[in-house]
């Protein structure tokens, strides 16, 4: 029988690995952490961003030049995202016999959630939030995963991991572990999970050049949805990483004569078109990153103009498909009622734009975010997230078994919470 060194092993230190280490350390459990990415500490500039968004692995790209962006480092994406903490899809869920109810109350209830205060909220956010409601649409400002009191006005470094401590991140909770005695290894790559059997036993990982092994009880991957199902298809589990969403976005543009802005806050307002299969939100993103949007699309004429130029976000519910290679290439076309979603969202945000004053307006290229679907519940795993595999089990945003179309962060610290209560209860 195999020596088993920990009573958890976890793979990944995003939202859904992050809360079942903190949950399981919390109850004196034997946990270890390995992390593919470093933790250096958040310092928000470009080139700390830009080292781990590096093409082949924080970016892939697909078809079309589709740019698919992920956070590789000690809290994954969290450490990156703009901290909307969206309701999780509480009835699809469901579905699949899984009731996240008290889990998602919880999580309200320990976690900064709620919209941000006027004065965080940029002029750009405000006066698209203003068009929107005359003409109309149910514009309001969106809840954030925010500790309000560091949070700065004037501030874009949300888009670049926040420095101050002001945005919550999984991060906060993996350290949260570490401190409760879970052990953490980072720059390690797992490779493949080991088997006794039918029963999962440890990871062999690679650090530096060296592969090493280790033993746990019980084995959670949380490498996100495209680490995770590699990691399992290179366990023998050949049907993952196919048939996903990751949630498609373009940002519509437009300029105007009387804001002087462009450092604020991004996603603080917006709506969810239900019907229409879209969410729209302000989207003030940082200079370098404007830049490089407008120069995709040759719009060479605006260049300068980002403290002027508003900015809308359309992020849509895409339809399952495509495959993920074996070396975590990504391989997926949009459809065409994608596209049509889009364009649908970007004749809605040119009025908004037209209605706020704004002149030249434009769209970028595509862009996709937070891939999941790639490893289902209900398909490659049970209402327990548990594989076919004794004590193997996923937790992050590969596990979702419908496409959705909005930020998961909340479900993920959810699901994490349910997991760890289910694998406390189980030994």
Known sequence: MTLLEYDAIIVGTGPGGATVA???????????????????????????????????????????????????????????YYATAFPPPVAMLKKYGIDISKEVEECKKELPIAPLKDELIGPMAKRIMQSARELGYPWDKLPKFVFQDKCRANCDKCNLGCPYGAKFNARMWAEEAVTNGATLIVNAKVEKVLFDGKRAVGVEYTQGFKKQKVYGNDIIIAAGGIGSPIILRNSGMKGAGFDYFFDPLICVMGTVKDIKGGREFPMATGHQFVEDGYVMTDMTIPQLLYQAFTAEVFRFDRLFSHSRTLQIMIKEKDTLGGYLTDKEGVRKRLAFDDKKKLMHGYERAKNILKNAGAKHIYKSWYVAAHPGGTVKIGHLLDKNLQTEKEHLYVCDCSVIPEAWGLPPALTLYSLGKRLAKHLAKSK
């Open 22 to 80: 903190r949950e399981l350390s919390k109850k004196k459990k034997k946990v270890l952490m390995i992390e593919r990415g470093s933790d250096p500490q958040i310092k928000g500039t470009y080139l700390q961003a830009a080292s781990m968004f590096m093409p082949g692995k924080g970016t892939l790209f697909t078809y079309g030049g589709l740019a698919m962006v992920r956070g590789i480092t000690m809290g994954g994406s969290s450490i990156f």
